[in-house]
């Protein structure tokens, strides 16, 4: 399905393509070694956590709980949260044993969720009860609901603690959240079928994927309006085959990368002219997103061909895509 | 007869739970408009539940369509009600269309059976912009289209499209046709020869079926009998009613899938349709209409929902030009069936995926992968730009 497997008649495209991939690999070693990352990956319909290493290579499995999706690590990233959207359950793994040890139970259909800056509390969104949920961590009890628009996705958690931004799909609306006095303060309309979020390192710009507007809209943090935009075109296809879902950025705050969906491609975007520098060819429905912790590789689920591409950053090519379980969901990096 | 009150409760608490203050929430009215005698609810036709038949009322799916736009229309300063317009028959109609008219109710989803479409056409005139949420009919996006008649509800060629392409994609291209006498089967079977002839689907023989208590027809209703030729890959069955059609599957004489009126069918929706947001859509519908969403509560809902796409950014224009702005192609609704849709500018269709689908699950989406249109891929379902004989415009 990638093109990387295109293949070549002749004896001297084969060498070329040896050497390649002999020198990529060479790279990908390199980048491990050097770094010793790990990356987990959600698997939704295997409820597996697969654990691989920076190169790509599957090391293990972890049993978790029913259809995970999103995961975070705790503040000391001794442990992984993973977030169970069939068993309405937030599943604590503990890295060290690589074992689930615990489970927090949540409200129905949990997708996407954001920590308090102190990691003692877990804001959920549930899909089909249309809130977001507070849940303490110590205690697993829950704190509080807030009422959303229909299917709130997206959440993320200001870094002082005290406001949240919650996407509602099917309101195509941003909700800025007070979680001090509970209250949404403010419906900020974006595109179509708002999905998830980046913050800029510096808080002054959240970035919002429409999946199907085939945008990114910049709210500004000071005003809390909607900025700017950014549009997403790729030549030959269709605006409606392009469903941007997942966004990142770099830590120097100066690039997003943007998964695509249905195009199969992710874009790196320039934050600071909102211009599309390039695009990637990635798997097919390419969702979550996840870079590497020095920003030169980023690692790229895709739903329906169940696989994930690790991409060069700066080569700005899809170098390798592997076996990923069965619709895997979110990448996590981790030192 | 009119207006429904109890069932609001749950946006009444939400806009409490919010407190987010509202300038000057214009209120915008949606009728459902049906009938109390509709055949196609009387409770024994309902029990049946033959596929792509309606399964209940829409009054339901409406409130879902309206729940799901209330927060984003409040960002824009706006707000949805439906409210029931049901006539008890057809006589009484005029009636009810007259006094929806009165009261200034100027977007109607139309539940009514074919024949009655052109009684509300002529009764809205240019006060209000219709959405037919329930009947297939191509002869309402032809010869007898409206300006301002809007269908969420997919067309009949668009589900014969849909069915030839999943045909095509899998090399079934021998098609044995078994039709009934009604003039519904015999539109199914016009709309079923355009779509074969598009796709490269052969019928190899057509048979007539005839459910009757005449002992010397007794075989035009037995499925071995009708099936028995050899050189086909399925049997189509063009069945409008659905009664003969139920006796298809496993029955035939040769092992061949059934498509059509049983079996394999094209649907607008499904209750088992798992991507897309679509399980959310179906849990929200479950929960409050206590059974299965069907095509025609997906296409009711839906209608709500372009309604409030609509209002949020035209309302302030006179209603041809929201109808021309909804005819440009440029307002969009997220339907759960994976793509933006949006309606055709030449018949006011809405322009969507349909689902390939049997009783238990969905086995394909239309437009199939490698279907090409120059413009747009969804166009390859129903009446194109080029061959639709619509000719009235907003």
Known sequence: MQSKKSPLPNVQAWCVQAWRVLAMAAVLACAGAAQAQTVYVSSEKDNKVLVFDAAGKLLSKIEVCKRPRHMLFSPDRSKIYVCCGDSNQLGVVDRASGKMVDTVPLADSPEIFDLSPDGKVAYVSSEDDGVLAAVDLTTRKPLFQIKTGGEPEGVLVTRDGKFAYVTSEEANVVHLIDLVSKKIVKDIQVGNRPRRFAASPDGREIWVSNELSASVSVIDTATQAVKGRVLFQIQGMRASDITPVGVVMTRDGKTAWVSLGRANHVAEVDVATRQVRRTVLAGKRAWGLALSQDDKWLYVTNGLSDDMTLVDTQAGKAIRTVAAGRVPHTPLVGP | ?394
């Open chain 2, 1 to 394: 007869m009119m207006g429904k009150s109890g069932r609001r409760m749950g946006g009444a608490l939400l806009a409490c739970l919010l407190a987010v203050p509202v300038a000057q929430a214009a209120t915008h009215t949606v009728a459902l408009v049906s009938l109390q005698d509709d055949p196609r609810y009387q409770s024994r036709r309902l029990e049946r539940h033959y596929p792509g038949h309606p399964a209940g009322r829409l009054w339901h799916a409406t409130q879902l369509g309206a729940a799901d736009a209330e927060v984003g229309l409040r960002a824009a300063g706006h707000a949805l009600k439906v409210l029931e317009a049901t006539a008890s028959n057809a006589a009484e109609l005029g009636k009810v269309l007259q006094q929806l008219k009165a009261q200034r109710v100027a977007y109607w989803v139309l539940d009514v059976p074919e024949a009655q479409f052109a009684q509300a056409v002529q009764a809205a005139g240019h006060s209000a912009l219709l959405f037919n949420a329930s009947a297939p009919a191509d002869v309402l996006r032809g010869s007898q289209c409206a300006a301002l008649l809007f269908h969420t509800y997919p067309s009949q060629s668009m589900f014969s499209d849909a069915m030839a392409q999943y045909l095509a994609a899998r090399s079934w291209r021998h098609a044995l046709v078994l039709q009934g006498g009604d003039p519904a089967d015999q539109r199914q079977a016009e709309a079923w020869q355009r779509a074969a002839k598009r796709y490269g689907i052969k019928t190899v023989d057509t048979k007539v079926f005839k459910l009757s208590g005449d002992p010397r027809e007794r075989d035009l209703a037995n499925p071995r009998l009708l099936t028995n030729d050899r050189n086909h890959d399925v049997v189509a069955v063009l069945d409008a009613d659905g009664e003969f059609a139920r006796t298809l599957p496993y029955a035939t004489q040769q092992p061949r899938p059934v498509v059509g009126a049983n079996g394999l069918v094209a649907l607008a929706w499904h209750p088992q349709w798992e991507r897309n947001g679509g399980p959310q859509v179906n849990r929200r519908f479950g929960r409050l209409a206590q059974r299965p969403m069907v095509g025609q509560d997906w296409a009711a809902w839906v209608a709500v929902k372009s309604v409030a796409a609509l209002v949020s950014e035209h309302s302030q224009a006179p209603l041809p030009e929201q109808a021309r702005r909804l005819r440009s192609g440029q307002v969009f609704v997220d339907g759960a069936k994976g793509p933006r849709l949006s309606f055709r500018a030449w018949d006011g269709q809405l322009r969507q995926p349909v689902f390939l689908a049997h009783v238990d699950g969905v086995a394909g989406t239309a437009p199939l992968d490698g279907v090409l249109h120059p413009t747009e891929v969804l166009d390859t379902l129903g009446v194109d730009e080029k061959e639709s004989p619509c000719q009235a415009k907003p």
